[in-house]
C-alpha cells in the first residue's frame, strides 16, 4: 500500500527492531518520521528507502530480522523466495562485457530484455541512472547493487535478478573510489519484493568468504552454484 502509515510499534514489528530502538533512533531524527500528540508516526515507503540506505553498515542479525519482519507484515513465504530462483536463463554474465558505468546499466538492461522480461529497455536504463545520481548503488566492497528509483509493476514481467561479474572493475561511484566486480541488478513489481531481495542479498554478502567465492567464478554457472551455495548456507543458518 503505497501511502500506509505506522506507529511505533507496528515499526518495531515491521523491521524486527526493539521499540526502545525505534524510539531512540525517531528521537534523534535518525529515521524519517512524523511527531504527533501520540507518538512518532513512521511512511512506510521512507522506511523502505531508509533500510536501504542503512542496509550495508546493518549486521547479519539486523539484517535476517529486517528480512523476516518484512516477509511476515507483507505475507512473503521467505523460504519460497529465493534470489537464485528469481534469475533468468541467460541472466548471469561471466564476464561482464562493460567497462564503464553506464555500459554496465545497458548491459545488464539488455540481458533482462534477452530474456524477454522488460516491455520499455529505455526506460528502465533511465530510471537507473536516476536511481544513481541519487548515490551509488556500490554501497558494499567490490559490489554494487543497481536498481530503478521505484518498483515497476507495469514495465516488467515478474520481478528479477541480473547478476554480473566484471573481472578487472568498474569505476561504479564507490565512496572510497574503489572498483566495482560484483553487479546484481534488481527490478521488482513491488517494495516488499524489492525490499526482501536487498535484505537477502546483503545477507549472503555478508557471510565469510562469499563474496570472495563468487567473484573466482569464472563462468556464469560457477557463478550460479556459488550463490546457491551461499543461499542454502545462509537459509542453514536462520
Not at 22 to 42: D, N
Not at 70 to 98: K, N
Not at 133 to 143: D, F, G, R, Y
Amino acid at each position: 500500500m503505497p501511502g500506509e502509515q505506522m506507529d511505533e510499534k507496528q515499526l518495531a514489528e515491521y523491521l524486527n527492531m526493539d521499540l526502545r530502538e525505534v524510539r531512540k533512533l525517531a528521537a534523534r531524527g535518525k529515521i524519517p518520521c512524523r511527531r504527533t500528540s501520540g507518538g512518532y508516526v513512521f511512511r512506510r515507503e521512507q522506511v523502505d528507502h531508509w533500510v536501504e540506505q542503512q542496509m550495508h553498515q546493518m549486521d547479519p542479525e539486523s539484517l535476517e530480522g529486517i528480512e523476516k519482519g518484512v516477509s511476515a507484515h507483507h505475507g512473503i513465504e521467505q523460504e519460497t523466495l529465493s534470489v537464485c530462483e528469481m534469475i533468468p536463463s541467460g541472466g548471469m554474465e561471466v564476464p561482464l562485457s562493460a567497462r564503464t558505468k553506464d555500459a554496465v546499466v545497458r548491459r545488464l538492461v539488455a540481458l533482462a530484455d534477452n530474456a524477454g522480461l522488460v516491455y520499455d529497455p529505455k526506460k528502465l536504463v533511465a530510471e537507473i541512472r536516476r536511481r544513481e545520481q541519487m548515490c551509488s548503488t556500490a554501497i558494499l566492497p567490490h559490489v554494487a547493487l543497481p536498481h530503478p528509483r521505484r518498483p515497476m509493476p507495469y514495465d516488467i514481467a515478474r520481478s528479477f535478478l541480473i547478476v554480473g561479474s566484471a573481472a578487472s572493475g568498474v569505476p561504479f561511484g564507490a565512496e572510497d573510489g574503489s572498483l566495482t566486480r560484483l553487479f546484481f541488478f534488481i527490478c521488482c513489481k513491488d517494495d516488499p519484493t524489492h525490499l526482501h531481495v536487498l535484505a537477502r542479498l546483503a545477507s549472503i554478502l555478508h557471510l565469510r568468504g562469499a563474496t570472495d567465492d563468487l567473484l573466482s567464478a569464472e563462468n556464469a554457472r560457477d557463478m550460479l552454484e556459488a550463490l546457491r551455495r551461499c543461499e542454502e548456507a545462509l537459509t542453514e543458518v536462520e
